[in-house]
Structure formats: structure tokens, C-alpha cells
Antibody
């Protein structure tokens, strides 16, 4: 059974870059037909899709964040990463990495989530 | 963007009674490939979301049959046949028919 684990700083200063990594275990990013995705949840709020990456490196981003987001993949380390630049307090959220089954476009596995607070 | 609107936003249910959540999309979720990319997730307190239903009505592996999904086009419904304490959660619908993928606001289900 695939497992995903987010890692990265829990506190980021305004205007800096948020960087998170998702480590996948129990399955290979390079194998199978999946997107690998980032989703965030503002405190006490709903879910917001950030973007997807395929094993080849092809990406899809939410236009609301597109100018600030970069998602990358390292199949040799079985990891994918999120960078969000020029953060503000509005980017404070729990960030989830997850796996999307390509054939049905549903999210079948989620990481536990990591809270990132933007504060000076 | 496709707007997903859930109703109600909260629901208090007597144990053993049914519950129903509506999800309406601002445009049809029927893709040109013939599939309707509407899925349902539940998020228990303090946990990550987990998949319940995909393509309107297909239960994901291990999901009990008390959960069912129905609908078409722009109107969808999640039903819980008999609510139990373990079903306390926030339920979300999600569309993946068109980028950006979007979620409903969530419906909080509580026990009376």
C-alpha cells in the first residue's frame, strides 16, 4: 500500500519561498499511471487543489497560484516537491501531497498533511 | 473555474438514521470521454481526507455499502443509509473534469 509523507519547514517568513517534499513509499513514482498532486487546506476551511505532476515531469497548476508555484519530481528518490514563492499570511495552511489515479482522476492516497505557517 | 456547491453545510443526524448531501456543479461534469469525474471524500477530525466514491456512484475499495452516490450532469448526491458515530466527518465533493480541479465547501456531519 502506497504511503506519502510531507516534509519541510513549518514556519516561513512573508515574501520567502515555501518548500515541501513528499516522499512516496510502497510504490514507485516512476511506475503506474498516476498524477502526483499537492492540495492545501486553510485553517478550518475547505480544500484547494494546487497542482499535479506526472512521472515525466509534465505539470498542471491552479491558475490562481500558477505564477508562484513550481512542482517537480525526482523519480530516483521517489519524491516530488512543491515550491510556492512570495508567500503571504494567506498561504498559511495544511499542505497535503497525494496520488491521483489517472484512469479515473480520483485521489486515492493522501499524506498526513503538514501545517505551514507564514509569519514574521 | 467550475464552482461546486454543497448543501447543507452542516447536518445533525440521529444514529441509525439516513443522511443525504447534495453537490451541484456550475457546469456539467460529463467529459467527452463519457465519464463523469465527480468524487466524494470524507475527512474525519484530525485526519487527511479519504476517498469514498468516484465517478458519481462507484464505491472505492473497502468503503462500506452504507455509502452511495447518485446523480448526473450537474446534480449529485451522497447518501449514508444509517449514520453511525464513526461517520462524524466533513464530506467533500470534488470535480476533476476540468482544470483547475475544485472542491465543494464541505458538509459537516454530526451525531445528535
Amino acid at each position: 500500500q502506497v504511503q506519502l509523507q510531507e516534509s519541510g519547514p513549518g514556519l516561513v517568513k512573508p515574501s520567502q519561498t515555501l518548500s515541501l517534499t513528499c516522499t512516496v513509499s510502497g510504490g514507485s513514482i516512476g511506475g503506474g499511471a498516476y498524477y502526483w498532486t499537492w492540495i492545501r487546506q486553510h485553517p478550518g476551511k475547505g480544500l484547494e487543489w494546487i497542482g499535479n505532476i506526472y512521472k515525466s515531469g509534465g505539470t498542471y497548476y491552479n491558475p490562481s497560484l500558477k505564477s508562484r508555484v513550481t512542482i517537480s519530481v525526482d523519480t530516483s528518490k521517489n519524491q516530488f516537491s512543491l515550491k510556492l514563492s512570495f508567500v503571504t499570511v494567506a498561504d498559511t495552511a495544511v499542505y497535503y501531497c497525494a496520488r491521483v489515479a489517472l484512469a479515473w482522476l480520483f485521489i486515492d492516497s493522501w499524506g498526513q498533511g503538514t501545517l505551514v505557517t507564514v509569519s514574521s | 473555474d467550475i464552482v461546486m456547491t454543497q448543501t447543507p453545510l452542516s447536518l445533525s443526524v440521529t444514529p441509525g438514521q439516513p443522511a443525504s448531501i447534495s453537490c451541484k456543479s456550475s457546469q456539467s461534469l460529463l467529459h467527452s470521454d463519457g465519464k463523469t469525474y465527480l468524487s466524494w471524500y470524507l475527512q474525519k477530525p484530525g485526519q487527511s481526507p479519504q476517498l469514498l466514491i468516484y465517478e458519481i456512484s462507484n464505491r472505492f475499495s473497502g468503503v462500506p455499502n452504507k455509502f452511495s452516490g447518485s446523480g448526473s450532469g450537474t446534480d449529485f448526491t451522497l447518501k449514508i443509509s444509517r449514520v453511525e458515530a464513526e461517520d462524524v466527518a466533513v464530506y467533500y465533493c470534488m470535480q476533476s473534469m476540468q482544470l483547475p480541479w475544485t472542491f465543494g465547501q464541505g458538509t459537516k456531519v454530526e451525531i445528535k
